[in-house]
């Protein structure tokens, strides 16, 4: 699997755009940016993936770069429920799913 | 709701007690997988079943132990627990395709050795 780099923590405040990004210069052309996230105590939580072009769904717009060696997650209006840990994760279908540590996102009021 | 049950949600055992955990599913998902998740780290992921074939990671210890007897069902057995297995056990399940492969995850069950 390609290795992700994202920073350890982010601060957002509440209502604003929170960007999170993730590097993976060494991505193949076969593999699918996915991001997870984890609230505290609670079992991991699927938000968006995309393989080349930009993605938007009911919580999250995934942004990635033309040489697609970086992505964007961007949550348009954070609330204090989206603080979390979120993981960024470059797989194949058919590679089983490995965490790296995240970053913890910090929504302040 | 299709979803991914775990249980129990919380689980107390004596220093080398085994114990064992269960998941449920009624995804219908060919792939069953056990994370370990240790306090502030991630999800380690232990082993997983492709239907009913088990991949086992190499450094996850003989201690670890799953049976899967049929689609819905997959269970961890922890044979001799020790402080250092206090974690939370999280279950998802998922189907590879051509496109994306998303996990589905339990609501995870908390394991304390005493």
């Known amino acids: 699997d390609a290795k992700t780099t994202q920073p350890t923590s982010m601060d957002c405040a509440e209502g604003r755009a929170a960007n999170l990004p993730c590097n993976h210069s060494t991505i193949s052309g076969n593999e699918y940016v996915y991001w997870y996230r984890q609230i505290h105590s609670q079992g991991p939580q699927y938000i968006i993936h995309g393989l080349k072009n930009n993605e938007t769904n009911e919580m999250a717009s995934l942004i990635i770069t033309e040489d697609r060696k970086s992505s964007t997650l961007i949550l348009p209006h954070a609330t204090l429920r989206d603080t979390a840990v979120y993981y960024c994760i470059v797989k194949t279908s058919y590679d089983k799913v490995i965490f790296g540590p995240g970053t913890s996102l910090s929504v302040i009021p | 709701d299709a979803m991914v049950i775990q249980n129990p949600r919380y689980q107390v055992t004596q220093f080398g007690k085994p114990v064992t955990l269960s998941c449920s599913q009624t995804?219908?998902?060919?792939?069953m997988y056990w994370y370990q998740q240790k306090s502030s780290q991630a999800p380690k992921l232990l082993f997983h079943?492709?239907?009913?074939?088990?991949?086992n990671e190499a450094d996850t210890p003989d201690n670890f132990q799953s049976r899967r007897p049929n689609t819905s069902f997959c269970f961890l057995d922890i044979r001799s627990p020790g402080l250092g297995d206090a974690a939370m056990y999280l279950c998802a399940t998922s189907t590879p395709s051509s496109g994306a492969n998303v996990l589905t995850f339990g609501a995870g069950s908390r394991l304390t050795v005493l």
């Open positions: 995804l219908n998902h060919n792939v």
């Open positions: 079943y492709y239907d009913k074939d088990f991949n």
